[in-house]
């Protein structure tokens, strides 16, 4: 069955913090990893990763891919209060859907 | 731009009712989907439609349906409303197959339904 982990469930950290939220997953036709960011309402596109190796980055976020040990990762320099929100990871299937398999989420709370 | 727009965003419906929950988008894809998100969970595909006329069951589809008579448009409904069915539930769209590449699904804002 296919599946996404996500790892931690929850981080609280202060302003100022590092942190890195971890996206493991055991897809059969792996087409593209891609990350979002919720807040109260719809989920928010950050990054879509399709090869490994290659960071993507944006501002203080940052994203790379290992599809070799089938893993990702999404980085957050000097967190502020505003980044507190769920992230979630989703697999693109590589069938003629776009269907996403999403994991269940990392709840990242930072406190000043 | 609107983008996928949801509605109602809210609803409290008594077990046994049913209901449809709309959804339109203005973007012109040709995906869309249908997905619930309980607590403390991801969310998951309840249907999908890959062009008019087209849809296609995903992970959750019992208790639901679906149409799509036009690329607007995606409705679900609710035939006889359960507990169970107490969720947030999103509706996205995305280009598709044979459009430019490396295009993300785009989510409306939700619709919080409670089943009571």
């Known amino acids: 069955e296919d599946k996404v982990v996500q790892s931690p469930l929850s981080l609280v950290v202060h302003e100022g913090d590092t942190v890195t939220l971890n996206c493991s997953y055991e897809?059969?036709?792996?087409?593209?990893l891609l990350w979002y960011k919720q807040e109260k309402k719809a989920p928010t596109f950050l990054f879509m990763l399709?090869?490994?190796?290659i960071e993507k980055k944006s501002g203080r976020l940052s994203s790379i891919l290992d599809k070799k040990e089938l893993f990702s990762i999404l980085n957050i320099t000097a967190t502020q209060t505003g980044d507190s929100a769920v992230y979630l990871c989703a697999v693109e299937e590589n069938f003629n859907t776009d269907k996403l398999i999403f994991g269940t989420g990392t709840r990242l709370q930072v406190f000043p | 731009n609107a983008g996928v727009t949801q509605t109602p965003k809210f609803r409290i419906l008594k077990i046994g009712q049913s209901m449809t929950l709309q959804c339109t988008q203005d973007m012109n894809h040709n995906y869309m989907y249908w997905y619930r998100q309980d607590p403390g969970m991801g969310l998951k595909l309840i249907y999908y439609s890959v062009g008019a006329g087209i849809t296609d069951k995903g992970e959750v589809p019992n208790g639901y349906n679906v149409s799509r008579s036009t690329t607007e448009d995606f409705p679900l409904r609710l035939e006889l409303a359960a507990p169970s069915q107490t969720s947030v539930y999103f509706c996205?769209?995305?280009?598709?197959?044979?459009?430019?590449?490396?295009?993300?699904?785009?989510f409306g804002d939700g619709t919080r339904l409670s089943i009571l």
């Open positions: 399709t090869s490994s190796g």
């Open positions: 897809v059969t036709n792996f087409r593209s």
């Open positions: 996205a769209s995305s280009y598709g197959l044979g459009t430019p590449s490396n295009q993300p699904q785009h």
